[in-house]
């Protein structure tokens, strides 16, 4: 039985406990890499499109480490630059196969990123797992989870609110909250089989 999405952000702040100071520097390294990166109208765009499978990967290593309470540090954030091809692939991929469902229609392109939302967890996870392979699975894994996946990530919604009232402040804690949860979220998911095969794009 799926844990419900309350107990698995209970968990998230129980394993922030004690981690909170890095956890918000951690976080807020990564989206001022993001910001940066952008800054340049011309080429920002690509920047960001080489370097963010790698930042992917390496923030899905960094939220396990701290959902699993483990030793950790904001350079984890960066190991995916060790296996960048993977990273590039599968994000290139996810990006694609989102797209292409979003040309469609809204809807489907929303399901589609939702299917697709643990591949970076599955290739932090699984260092012998290929790009294409991890979205397979990734899929596989969210048939059924969809919709609580969707459900984990409004229960961030009115914090946001309240955190815009802070200006902004808030977002420093919240943040790592909600990336911690998810990653508890991908732990609980990743122990259940896939009873269904996922399909083919």
Known sequence: MATENKVL???AREALKGKWGLAIGGYFLYTLIAVLVNIPEDVGWLLWLII???MSIGLATFSLSLARGEETSVSKLFIG???FWRAFVANFLVGLFTLLWM???IIPGI???LAYSQTFFILADDKAIGARDAIRKSKAMMDGNKWKFF???LRFLGWALLCVLT?????LWLIPYMHVSLAKFYEDVSKKPAETKAAQD
Do not use: D, N, R, V
């Open 9 to 11: 952000m209970q968990q």
């Open 52 to 54: 963010s499978g790698p």
């Open 81 to 83: 630059f060790h296996e």
């Open 103 to 105: 040309l469609l229609l």
């Open 111 to 113: 399901i589609a990123a």
């Open 151 to 153: 459900l984990l990530g």
């Open 167 to 171: 200006l902004g402040i808030g977002f």
